[in-house]
């Protein structure tokens, strides 16, 4: 059995804030295998954003272990695992600082790493827009010229500059619109293809889950309530909470209106 | 047939800056009977917002905005009408709920003295015995199941979800004839968002509250509008009912949205252009879904 | 740049503060040429023409000891200006890197250092520059020191609090994930968001530093004799209030053109510096 890219277990996360203690995350273990797209789906206080920030080195977990190849990923991450988990974030204005170009964040990652010949960076750069759908030239503009799906493509093509193997997308497509994010889900979906990513998919949105993870895991106020394959999740999940949350999605057919009225009784009954 | 609670006929708008003027509304048409719930759906700058806030009457005291073309509420040409006038509606006769209902309440007021606010609007000598009497039985008309306590709390104190429905149960206080939402729930989780929806269904009925429902999310308007507009670049694409338009969708942009929603029955990502000349092909109007003829 | 410009002219008052600046500026550096007696700037005397009220060729009048004050009102504008650049090219860098240090690496560096600058901001800064000069010799130099002193805590308040703010950014975060060392994130991510306040604050300082050093030098400290100083001039003159009037009066308007004209460019600055993010 192959070893799994990143590894959680018994990770717990408390914060100590105005004199109280918050326990953000309670318990957690799972896998991410390689090359897959593993979705955590939860509602606010569910604790996934904090699991994705402690993956990401933000901030070092309270107890437990995050592993990433087999070894446990220390508090003070290093340039090499750096280098390993990039992330792209929800609000695209905010991620790219306003005051540099296109280019000049894109080349942040390539001279942080030394990636490549110092000359040939910025030509790099050109080549990683060209790749998420962006024409080269853009390298010269500043955030504030580009529309939301534009900045978000930024955003992939600047985690995609550190070659790095696993990424984290904290909830990448919720603030553009309809359209503009079925484009970025479709890239996204071929970009996982074409450089044999990992992806860590954190969202709300179960609609955009069924249609792009291999497996779903499920949180609830700091605990993996439930975790299994995208059909499983779907069509036979196993905890109420899951089922709750999937019949108070808004769905547009007929059909998920059946499929839902199915788990909204069923979460009804529950209640 | 009486006058329609909201009557839109042409509407256009434009901006001024220093380098020419900047069209965002090329014309729109709607209306909305008495009781109805229209959804007006559309991306950001489609011009969904700033319609809802030229209705509210609050974008025509901007010197920047040139606006032209008819809006009638329950009759009345609010062109016609002053400032003041205007100002007597919000709150009144037409009132509105926001997308982030903990941000969109005065963080520094207790939740009585807001409410005491919206219905000393209507009736400017009322008692603050009796108004804490009234908002304690609008909050439990929301199903909130200590009135009192919130009544206390300060905004900060109360979950997004009981946020909104203060915001609700404040938004029809005064039994406003029309009530505007803009994209109400966004901010909340999906479950409580379900739940206030639901919500908001019954207490408009109960009240008997047209509601023009603005929003981008599609599923949310399916579930809760009677009749749809779509608008994509400040002008109406396709008008018709929730259910014909959502099985039927016969413009170029409603087909293309609709097919762009992620389905839970998990039919993936499809290829979808997010512009298009098709896009701004003309309006098409479900068959007797068309706009009413003036009433002069 | 351009634009900047066509905001500056379009509203009237930011052209009047641009014209004001350029004359006080052009006065400094062209003193050499326009001043019609160079020469007085040092230690002159010339008892013919003492005490003379303004007439042609002394369009402001002369001083006791026959000096041309319009003269020395051109080279007073070239010492301000210098002290306004040494002062703020000094105290700005400092006080900037340490707000920066304070703001984003927050804990005890952020701690000790904002307790230090808080303990600046607490003495008036007049009374800090006074006991400054009571302790060393008055002289131009040490009068920058003093003023120096006093200045570098108010931009590192400025740049603290603007630093907390953008530290919480999501392109700070995507630089940390990438790896960027603290340094860069302080000086390339989050110093150029702070750029467009520090100039205007700048701007607006310019007018204030040559006020204070105005005040300083009135108090007899800072600039000697014979150098020409507004303040100085000012002080001197006062004593011959209301009779010799010009020897107050000119040097006064001076001041207060170049106090107002920094002022109003430093508002339009804001307002180009903030549509422009």
Known sequence: ?271 | MSAPTLRIRDLRLGFKSWSGTFDVLHGISLHIGKGERVALVGESGSGKSVTARIVLGLLQTLRSAKISGLVEFEGRDLAKLSEAERRALRGTRMSMIFQDPTSSLNPVYRISTQFHEVLQRANPRIEPAESRARAEKALADVSIADPARVLDSYPFQLSGGMNQRVMIAMALANEPSLLIADEPGTALDVTVQAQTLRLMREQVERHHASVLFISHNLGVVREFADRVYVIYKGRIAEQGPTAALFDNPRHPYTQALLRAVPRMTGDGIPEIEDASESYFAPTVIHDGYGEPEGVA | MSRALAILVRNPLSLLGLILVATVVLSAVFADVIAPFPTHRGAVVDFANFNKAPEWPYIFGTDLVGRDVFSRILYAYRISLILGVVVLAIAVPIGVTIGLAAGYLGGWTEYVLMRITDVFLSIPPLVLAMSMMGLLQPTLTNGMIAVTAMWWPWYTRLVYNLARSEKEEGYVLAAEVIGASKLHVMFREILPNCVPSILTKMTLDFGFVILIASSLSFLGLGVQPPTPDLGSMVAEGAKYLPDSWWLTIFPGLAILVAVFGFNLIGDALREILGTEQ
Request: hydrophobic share 40%; with cysteine; proline share 4%.
């Open chain 1, 1 to 271: 059995m192959t070893q799994p890219l990143l590894s959680l277990r018994s990770v717990s996360k408390t914060f100590h804030t105005g004199g109280r203690e918050v326990k953000a995350v309670d318990n957690v273990s799972f896998d991410v295998a390689e090359g897959e797209c593993l979705a955590v789906v939860g509602e606010s206080g569910s604790g996934k954003s904090t699991i994705a920030n402690m993956i990401l080195g933000i901030y070092p977990q309270t107890i437990g272990e995050i592993s990433y190849k087999g070894s446990a990923l220390p508090a003070r991450r290093d340039l090499v695992h750096r280098r390993s988990i990039q992330l792209v974030q929800q609000n695209p204005l905010s991620s790219l600082n306003p005051r540099r170009t296109i280019g000049a964040s894109l080349r942040l990652a390539l001279d942080v790493h030394g990636i490549g010949e110092r000359a040939g960076r910025n030509d790099r750069t050109g080549q990683l827009l060209e790749e998420v759908g962006l024409p080269a030239s853009f390298r010269t503009r500043s955030p504030a010229a580009l529309s939301g799906g534009q900045r978000q493509r930024v955003a992939i093509a600047r985690a995609l500059a550190c070659q790095s193997e696993l990424v984290v997308l904290d909830e990448p497509t919720s603030a553009l619109d309809v359209l503009v994010q079925a484009r970025v889900l479709r890239l996204l979906a071929d970009l996982r293809k074409s450089r044999g990513l990992t992806y860590l998919f954190i969202t709300h949105d179960l609609s955009v889950v069924r249609n792009i993870a291999d497996r779903v895991a499920v949180f609830e106020r700091g605990k993996l309530v439930e975790i299994g394959t995208t059909a499983t999740i779907f069509e036979a999940p196993n905890h109420p909470y899951t089922r709750k949350l999937i019949a108070a999605v808004p769905v547009v057919t007929a059909d998920e209106v059946a499929l839902r009225k199915r788990f909204m009784e069923e979460a009804n009954a529950n209640v």
